[in-house]
């Protein structure tokens, strides 16, 4: 048989009985609650055992209602005494405004945040470029040994993926361009649009969203956690630079990469392009790099080899930006390496967008 | 009037309220022929310990003996490689998640670091058990009892609405022990709750410790490297050293066993200090 907190009312005095423990209180707080008045007398001598939470029920009720207990053993008027002594106005959240003024403060921040990381990222450059003079003025403080550490780990590890993804979009460009060029009998058209949209824009740009997912966010990760564990401050006291030791490698890796692994991808599209449309447009492979060599200009190549560094820059830079801007908990290092993400991608886009428009005013296209 | 009702609300909830099964008597966490190995290194082997129904054992060891990977063990975070745990007599090792949840009632866990979750309020993190188990409990009850539990655990009262990344190590531990003292549990486990206090914070720490266990009836399972800790509050300590528990028992009945660790460890100038301390703060209260 199992033991309950029972309660009995007899006119004045309201006897308690059983364990008071929080397993076993069951709804008699909302019982009490009915039977307990001003006056009341609250008999506790009936108690078996009482802990904390049962303390309390009957604390509240002396303070709220004035009732008094009678009863109590030595251990339960100690318990009773303690949790008297803990009652102590304690706020659970802090207080938020409400409605239309929460609303206006949440878009305030929002800017001056958006601001505010603009303006820190232009200064995490600058100081990132005077580490670069220092090291142009003695060389011997490049970690050179970091810096192809990290060529491997952006550039190698990448091919796989990108590879694969790029083979992909070549698939699926000449697929879809062939479906929409063969109305006007032009299939031999889709040779144009492959080599040229993967070379100038899709080859670089997708690269880029690649090499952002998977390197920008991991320098976030990396150097946020280096910052939690104060990794970066013992750097700093024993007078290494956090710029040329953690983000020098990391953003020369990625400039250096970024050409090579967009060059790699731009001529895996064109492979998929190229096998599409020898399957299903019946066009040969050397037909196929025939025509590609008369339709393509070099420029194309120079347009994607420009873009690339350029990008390969803004996810080092964003990612190694804030990761370097973590403090306190290590939610941050999640929130921080979304931002890296994020705001690589934008800023690639972004940049690509004045890009266009620079090289057509050039005459190359 | 109504209102108030409603606020209450009520703790039942809908499963039944059994009492959790105690065969063992007065055995409360009972450990046999205990392994555990990490690929080719084996931290336990043949590990026996027994801990008794309201004492505070103390566990001590050098690094690495594997003090932390013991409380796992016992409260099932880590999966043995062999051997046999049993908490309350409920066996902790190949049991169900239904029968864990009985035992996990009963018993409240301090963490090294406080392991407060980082998107609650201080008094959230305490609600966390308390909604947990019961579900149906009033906001209002909710909000006075992590309210006490946080004075009670020697914190101060504007800290209840901080988040975690807000306070000190002191007081994250304090936090923690509020959250491990939410349910009102039977059996308290305690990693280094001392370490990183200030003397008289860790002080203090002992004396709520052994107040809990005065006035609870609480069993404690303490990790400790503070010989003041183990002097002042310990009723047997427990020494962990190749790979087992190499004696157990009172400090005193410690200081008879012929070994170079225990010797060293309790009799060098640090245990000396501390059981000094221990003496003076006795002859103290005589007095």
Known sequence: ?365 | MADDLDELGDLEHGEALEEVPDPDGDVVIRVRGLKNQFGEQVVHEGLNLDVRRGEILGVVGGSGTGKSVLMRSIIGLQQPTAGEVSVFGAPMVGRSEEEARGVRRSWGILFQGGALFSTLTVAENVQVPLREFYPRMGQKLLDEISGYKLVMSGLDPSAGEKYPNELSGGMKKRAGLARALALDPDLLFLDEPTAGLDPIGAAAFDELTRGLKERLGLTVFLITHDLDTLYAICDRVAVLADKKVIAVGTIDELLRVDNAWIQEYFTGPRGRAAEHSAEQAHQEQAA
């Open chain 1, 1 to 365: 048989m199992q033991q309950v907190a029972r309660l009995e009312r007899a006119g004045e005095v309201v006897r308690l009985s059983g364990p008071l423990t929080l397993a076993q209180l069951g709804n008699l707080p909302r019982r009490l609650d009915a039977a307990v008045k001003a006056g009341t007398h609250i008999d506790l001598s009936g108690v078996e055992r009482m802990d904390t939470v049962g303390a309390w029920i009957v604390h509240r009720l002396v303070r709220d209602r004035g009732a008094a207990v009678v009863g109590a053993d030595e251990r339960s008027a100690s318990l009773l005494a303690q949790v008297a002594q803990a009652d102590k106005p304690v706020r659970v959240r802090p207080e938020r405004p409400g409605g239309l003024i929460r609303l206006l403060g949440e878009v305030g921040d929002a800017t001056a945040t958006a601001g505010r990381t603009m303006l820190g990222l232009v200064g995490f450059f600058g100081a990132l470029m005077l580490s670069v003079g220092r090291v142009i003025r003695h060389p011997r403080r490049l970690r050179l040994n970091a810096v192809v550490q990290r060529f491997e780990v952006v550039g190698v590890r990448a091919l796989g993926i990108i590879g694969l993804m790029s083979f992909l979009i070549g698939i699926v460009i000449a697929q879809q361009g062939a479906v929409q060029l063969r109305q006007f009998g032009a299939e031999v058209f889709t040779i144009n649009l492959v080599g040229r949209i993967t070379l100038r824009e899709l080859g670089v740009l997708m690269t880029a969203i690649m090499v952002a997912g998977r390197s920008g966010s991991a320098f976030a990760a990396q150097i946020g956690s280096m910052k939690l564990a104060e990794e970066v401050d013992a750097m700093r006291t024993i007078g290494v630079s956090p710029m040329e030791a953690l983000v020098l490698p990391r953003f020369l890796a990625t400039v250096l990469m970024m050409p090579l692994l967009a060059a790699y991808a731009s001529v895996v599209a064109i492979i998929g392009g190229g096998l599409l449309s020898w399957i299903a447009l019946d066009i040969p492979p050397v037909t196929f790099v025939q025509r590609l060599r008369e339709v393509v200009p070099i420029t194309d190549l120079w347009v994607g080899l420009v873009k690339a560094p350029v990008f390969g820059a803004i996810i080092a830079l964003a990612g190694c930006f804030q990761g370097m801007q973590v403090e306190a908990n290590a939610e941050e290092v999640g929130l921080r390496t979304t931002a890296a993400v994020v705001q690589a991608i934008f800023l690639v886009i972004v940049i690509d967008a004045f890009f266009a428009v620079f090289f057509t005013e050039i005459g190359w296209n």
